[in-house]
């Protein structure tokens, strides 16, 4: 008997009748990691696990979290376990502390049994750019399609059914876009909500902590576990913890909702024809849908705005890495010549050209034009996206053009040919918006999502209208396990 | 804006400590002059430079200063247990002074 592949509420009900165990649970867990092959794993916590659900507090029994196994990005500090961030500049660097969201999740009695691959540092959004190469799409047997990233691993641990619950962080739209190309729900709350002490840096200003399940009332569910000011955090908001899943159901009649033309436009025939459908299903409800349009200069503006502002932050945030004090090192005649060849050897091309766009563009010469004017930039973008909202409840759109794209002819450098539809959801990190991502459809096999998102603070009314969606599709929990 | 050449890259490189190979330099000189294309189109788009930058989402407002106080230190062990080569309690570096 599977459990893992189960929804929470189905495995919390199976342990409280007996019928399994939280040591059962882990024993499944870990057989699965251990067969894993979409390369979804950086650590497998074989020795970890067993000792936490030994250690398992009971009194905790009432939590749906309770001996459930779940995996954790590489780029969360894990207390004695190995934290990689996939980068071999930190091949053999273990945390001497958890992060928050560590900590709350195993506070709420959840075992972590894995450390899962990533883009490097994440950075980039193929998942083939972490140390240990491309991690696979579970959907894809013949192994041709990205799963997407940055949180890749997660994304392919819990499509093929190895854990209900993989947490991941979101920049630009790293969780959000594999869920599309994974059949996930993928959800990144409002900017500030769950903490990031613990979380490596990439772009402070757009860093979210963001999580993959395989339905909404999970999502809703891990939010009450995860939201909540941290003192640790100088971007924790105070807003108080509600019961993010008593609304699930509520109706959504008379809520406006905004589709984007320009976004639409730049979509797949199959792909708009489901979101077509889903359209019509919100309508049913009671929903009012219109078509609304944003200037295309200012959609367009979206990735190379993202692109300097990621670039330039994760420059300043990862010069901790040094090759000195943490992490690799290489040998060298000087202070300067270790940095030096440790650097050169363990950061791969793509983050060093991104360190070099980063630092240029913070330089005295090039910083008005590059970061200062990205900067004005991403006001822009969200004054015209808030405008949108002073009418509106949500924006929905299809949350990626096509299914997954191929590994073959996959560019993740700066590419000049910019897709609104493959670009836009980075707006939700410019203004800190609730944004998730919902299965809505398949393509020759291969799933592809929706993706509402709603203003600062209005994760609730998000996470209400993604869960009357996915009634409508009945596309929830879908799993490939591998074969 | 002016093309980036190859040049200022190294420098830039040679600043952050690390370098690359020539071909990844030249990469990013045609990497380089894509973003500088993409940012002028930026730069026409109107009222771009009428507003003020933007930091961060929204603003968090904080209603607290945090107490001076002494918690969660880590122990020396703790600090340099990643470190590659260790004296005493020390981060041991090539010698500075020749």
Redesign the interface.
């Known amino acids: 008997m599977r459990y893992l592949s189960k929804p929470l509420k189905e495995i919390h009900d199976a342990i409280l009748r007996n019928e399994v165990t939280p040591l059962d649970l882990v024993k499944e867990g870990l057989s699965y990691v251990g067969k894993d092959n979409n390369n979804a794993f950086e650590y497998i916590c074989n020795k970890e696990a067993i000792d936490a659900v030994n250690k398992l507090d009971s009194s905790k029994k009432n939590s749906l979290l309770y001996g459930v196994p779940i995996v954790i990005k590489d780029c969360f500090s894990t207390k004695s376990i190995p934290t990689t961030a996939s980068s071999n500049m930190l091949s053999?660097?273990?945390p001497?502390?958890d992060a928050e969201v560590v900590t709350r999740l195993k506070n709420a009695g959840a075992i972590i049994i894995g450390k899962t691959t990533m883009d490097e540092l994440a950075m980039g959004g193929s998942g083939t750019s972490g140390r240990k190469g491309m991690t696979y799409n579970p959907w894809d047997k013949r192994r041709k399609h990205i799963i997407g990233g940055s949180s890749c691993g997660s994304a392919a641990a819990v499509s093929s059914g190895l854990t209900p619950i993989g947490i991941g962080s979101d920049t630009g739209d790293s969780v959000r876009k594999p869920a599309s190309y994974s059949g996930l729900v993928g959800f990144k709350p409002t900017?500030?909500r769950i903490s990031r002490y613990g979380m490596f840096q990439f772009a402070s200003?757009l860093d979210h902590v963001a999580y993959f399940t395989r339905n909404v009332f999970d999502s809703a569910y891990l939010l009450n576990v995860l939201a909540g000011h941290d003192?640790k955090d100088?971007?924790?908001?105070?807003e108080d913890v509600i019961d993010y899943t008593k609304d699930l159901s509520k109706s959504i009649k008379g809520k406006r909702i905004a589709v984007i033309k320009e976004v639409l436009d730049c979509c797949s025939p199959k792909t708009i024809e489901c979101f077509n459908k889903t359209l019509d299903q919100l309508r049913v409800e009671g929903a009012i849908v219109d078509i609304v349009s944003i200037d295309e200069?200012?959609l367009?503006?979206i990735?190379?705005?993202y692109?300097?502002i990621s670039s330039s932050e994760a420059?300043s945030n990862n010069a901790n890495l040094?090759g000195?004090?943490?992490?690799?090192?290489c040998e060298?005649?000087?202070?300067?010549?270790?940095?030096?060849n440790t650097?050169?050897k363990c950061?791969s091309?793509l983050i060093?050209?991104r360190?070099?766009?980063g630092?240029?563009s913070l330089?005295k010469t090039?910083r008005e034009?590059?970061f200062?004017?990205?900067?004005?930039?991403?006001?822009?973008i969200?004054?015209s996206f808030n405008k949108v909202f002073e009418k509106y409840d949500f924006i929905y759109c299809p949350a990626s053009p096509t299914t997954a794209p191929l590994f073959k002819g996959y560019n993740p450098?700066?590419?000049?040919d910019?897709n609104v539809a493959d670009n836009y959801l980075a707006f939700a990190?410019?203004?800190?918006?609730p944004s998730i991502t919902i299965p809505i459809g398949f393509e020759n096999n291969m799933p592809f999502g929706g993706n509402f998102t709603a203003k600062?603070h209005f994760d609730s009314e998000l996470l209400n209208v993604a869960s009357i969606l996915e009634k409508h599709t009945g596309l929830m929990n879908l799993v490939k396990e591998n074969e | 804006m002016n093309k980036v050449d190859k040049k200022t890259l190294k420098l830039a490189a040679n600043r952050l400590m690390f370098d690359m190979s020539e071909e990844e330099y030249d990469r990013l000189v045609s990497e380089f002059d894509l973003i500088i294309e993409q940012m002028n189109l930026i730069s026409d788009i109107e009222g771009v430079d009428d507003v003020s930058p933007m930091s961060f989402p929204f603003e968090q407002t904080f209603t607290y200063l945090r107490e001076d106080e002494v918690k969660d230190v880590l122990s020396t062990e703790e600090v340099i247990r990643n470190a590659k080569d260790v004296k005493g309690s020390q981060i041991k570096l090539p010698r500075v002074i020749k």
């Open positions: 053999d660097y273990i001497c502390f900017w500030g200003s003192n100088f971007s924790s908001g105070y200069k200012i367009k503006a990735y190379p705005t692109f300097i420059t040094d000195l004090k943490f992490g690799s090192r060298g005649n000087s202070f300067e010549e270790v940095m030096i650097r050169t950061f091309p060093k050209r360190f070099i766009i630092s240029l330089s090039h034009e590059l200062v004017r990205a900067q004005k930039c991403r006001r822009l969200v004054d450098r700066f590419n000049g910019v990190n410019f203004g800190g918006n600062p």
